[in-house]
């Protein structure tokens, strides 16, 4: 039976409970885990407390060499986190060989921000006083993280954090807590001191985290409803809140585009992680004249991902995380389907035997899908994709923008201006202008509108998890 993990120690629930996490392409058990609540969020925390004094005040190259070691030890374990990944979330063993990297390469990415914190002086009237603007840690921090990326949006938290000097109460989602231990623990096998990082375990421990007294910021990643909750009761002690939430990124495809790039940079932007990803093409906008040779791509590309067990080495796309994500999304699709829409590929579950047990789907398109049909309105979290024929450019911004969500973007052109024009315009925190939706390590991320706010990768993010202090020195 996995555990949590407190203070290096592996630990089981106070109250005794466990709960089952299950593979979504068979159903069957992965593993048992403790069902933490907030005694154990109290540990938990507790612990990062105590931590924080000691490793907040190492020389922060030091900080930069023990993360740099930590990471190498945990990137040495890829090969048997993978699969565990596998089992608990769906996704296909490529897709988690690649996350479970990206954990590695994440905190290796911010170790080297460690001893670049920089602060200011400044001159002031009075010539006997100076003033000294300085950065520091923030104290314990903690790190709420969803089941559709488990490693990466949990490293999106840890790593600028601990690399700043703080500590961390990590809560990983309830389904997908596994290769989260593994990779903690390889960390901590690699010489990350113990309750630097604290892994607690169940549904209970979110609101916990939010409501502990100790615990000075939270970074959660999840729906735009759960952000709202956690932002209210972080309300209560203050604490400083980054949101990563909800999106329904528009891409807009004009006639002079590269066909092919933008084919294979949407195919992979909606039906990657079967399509259950925070980023990601949700909405598709094609100017008249690239229509039809762009959704014969699109189709073909489709027809290439087959469903299966992500453990199975032809699956191209695994199942769906659960049953009620996969009940979600196709009743989005239905209501469309209801009103006039028109599936041009998928719309159903795939048949066959090794289809029974998991919560697979086809990668689906659909056109002429109605205005204000919930699939334009809501965010669709799993692989199916609405695309719209448009006039012009004025016409796929107006649609673009017409969302309550502002995560990511993207724009397919030929033309300069075009680009210039939609990056000035995209109401979103990410426009990629003939690129692949890929978030990068070197540019901050984060929404705006209802997707949140507060900005993960990046030096930006690293300065997220520092506090600025003002300090005067009199009598020079
Ligand atoms: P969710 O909001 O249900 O849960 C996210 C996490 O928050 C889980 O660990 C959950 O246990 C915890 N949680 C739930 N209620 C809480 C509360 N009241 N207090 C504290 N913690 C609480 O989201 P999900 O279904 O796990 O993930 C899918 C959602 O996440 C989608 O909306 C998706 O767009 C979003 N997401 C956003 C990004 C991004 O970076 N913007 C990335 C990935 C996923």
């Not at 056109?367 to 448009?390: H, S």
Request: with cysteine.
């Amino acid at each position: 039976m996995a555990t949590m993990i407190i203070e290096g120690d592996r630990t089981k629930a106070a109250s005794g409970k466990t709960y089952e996490v299950r593979n979504p392409a068979t159903g069957e058990v992965v593993d048992e885990v403790p069902a933490g609540g907030p005694a154990d969020v109290d540990k938990a925390a507790q612990a990062a407390a105590k931590a924080f004094t000691t490793w907040s005040k190492l020389p922060a190259n030091q900080r930069r060499e023990i993360l740099h070691k930590a990471t190498q030890h945990m990137l040495s374990k890829v090969e048997d986190i993978a699969p565990v990944l596998t089992k608990e979330q769906g996704k296909t063993l490529l897709e988690s060989r690649l996350e479970a990297r990206r954990f590695g390469e994440n905190i290796g990415w911010f170790a080297d921000l460690a001893d670049k914190i920089h602060g200011q002086y400044v001159r002031l009237p009075d010539l006997t006083t100076y003033g000294l603007v300085v950065r520091r840690p923030i104290g314990v921090c903690g790190a709420i993280v969803p089941w559709n990326f488990p490693l990466t949006l949990a490293a999106n938290k840890v790593a600028p954090a601990i690399a700043a000097g703080n500590t961390v109460v990590l809560k990983p989602a309830s389904t997908t807590p596994l290769a989260t231990l593994l990779c903690i623990e390889a960390l901590i096998e690699g010489g990350l001191p113990e309750g630097v990082v604290n892994v607690v375990l169940g549904q209970a421990t979110g609101e916990a985290i939010v409501a502990h007294p100790l615990i000075r910021k939270i970074a959660l990643t999840g729906s735009t409803p759960t952000g709202k909750r956690v932002m209210a009761k972080a309300s209560e002690t203050l604490k400083k809140v980054t949101l990563e939430l909800g999106g329904s990124d528009p891409c807009i495809v004009l006639d002079d585009a590269d066909l092919e790039g933008a084919a294979r940079a949407i195919s992979v932007g909606r039906f990657f992680n079967c399509g259950q990803q925070c980023l990601s093409t949700k909405r598709l906008y094609v100017q008249e004249g690239a229509y039809d040779a762009l959704m014969e791509k699109l189709v073909a590309r489709a027809a290439k991902l087959k469903p299966g067990n992500g453990l199975d080495k032809d699956s191209r796309m695994g199942p769906m995380h659960t049953e009620t994500q996969r009940a979600e999304v196709e009743a989005q699709l239905k209501e469309a389907v209801d009103r006039g829409a028109k599936v041009v590929f998928g719309g159903g579950r795939p048949e066959g035997s090794e289809y029974e047990r998991g919560w697979f789907i086809e990668p689906t398109i659909v056109e002429n899908v109605p205005d204000g049909a919930r699939m334009w309105t809501e965010e669709v979290f799993g692989p199916a994709l609405p695309v719209r024929k448009i006039k012009d450019l004025d016409e796929g911004l107006r649609l673009a923008n017409d969302t309550q969500f502002g995560l990511g973007s993207s724009i397919w052109t030929a033309n300069m201006a075009a680009a210039h024009r939609a990056v000035q315009e995209l109401e979103a925190g990410y426009t990629w202008v003939n690129s692949i939706v890929i978030a990068h390590d070197e540019l901050p991320f984060g929404g705006t509108k209802q997707s949140g706010f507060g900005k993960e990768h990046g030096v930006e993010a690293f300065m997220q998890y520092t506090e600025e202090k003002s300090v005067v020195y009199g009598g020079v």
